[in-house]
């Protein structure tokens, strides 16, 4: 149970930061809402009967785009589902802006809403983050039933043999055995992380990992661990008493103090980045092959590139939750472990 409320807390706090942050940032002219988005799907053909009037040129563009960029529909086979009108309430920005209808700095896209309200528009990456929710809540509990037993089988011993590796192999070697009580937040933060990343593998299916925001959802998150188990451990004074190492002359104190300072953010920062341009780049190559592949001439030689690509990615996509939880650990270890 107690990893179903870290994972509560994930949701809650990616939403958060993700529809803020970066609603608007992957918005590239006229894939918003309304007028704009009719618009482009004309360009993309979607007035004419899908993609059958398009040049290889709009088509291998619109996969890209399908792949990378943020947009407020979600394409599925046979069908698209517009959000332009799916909307969160959230109370916690009311008075930032007069109305987030006349246009709201941190919310890009806007959503009809009264004056003073404050409402948080859904895009498709927010819709795959709460989809990768779900889907981690319904495995996890598939698998909890053979919790306890002696010979575990299926699915219950692959999460069994995973929980094992990250204990014995990850956590304690990083953080020792005091790490060991932050087990929760680190497997679910791994399950997360790759089920957000093996959904973009699917067809018509997109990862929310590619999203700059989502990430910094997480690295957020990995740093208030990071401070938390600093705290815990050697009180708040005693924590940030530490950034400064025993025995460092007075001289030199006022250069390595700003550094070991900002040394705290950069942390977090490195995962967010790191996560997100791997997943990003490594769709981006695949989307571009893959939109190679509708030139005649090029397929046949494309096709064999772009399958093992893909395996690529699929072990990118288990690499990158890994190293994620790997170096919060590591983290994490350093703050309970000053010296």
Known sequence: MKRLSHL????????????????????????????????????????????????????????????LVDLQKLELPGAKIYTKDWKI???FLDGMHAATAEGNPIIKWRVPSKPGEAWIPVSKHIVYMFFAGVLLFVVLMLARRSAGSRNPRGLGNLVEVLIVYF?????????????VKYMPFFLTLFFFILTMNLLGMVPFGSSATGNLSITLGLALMAFVLIQWAGIREHGVIGHFKGLMPHGVPILVAPILLPIEFLGMF???FALCVRLFA???????VLAAFMGLILVPLLALGIVPFAALFSILELFVAFLQAYVFVMLTSIFVGGSIHQH
Do not use: Q, Y
Not at 167 to 176: H, K, L, N, Q, Y
């Open 8 to 67: 509560a807390l994930l949701l809650l706090c990616l939403a958060w930061s993700g529809t803020l942050f970066a609603a608007g940032d992957h918005d590239h002219g006229g894939h918003d809402h309304g007028k704009a988005a009719t618009t482009a799907d004309a360009h993309h053909g979607d007035a004419h009967g899908g993609h059958g009037e398009m040049s290889s040129g709009e088509k291998i563009k619109h996969n890209i785009e399908h792949h």
């Open 89 to 91: 309430r959230a109370p």
């Open 167 to 179: 204990r014995d192999e990850v956590v304690r070697p990083t953080a020792g055995d005091d790490g």
């Open 266 to 268: 950069t942390k977090p």
């Open 278 to 284: 791997n997943l990003m780049a490594g769709h981006a």
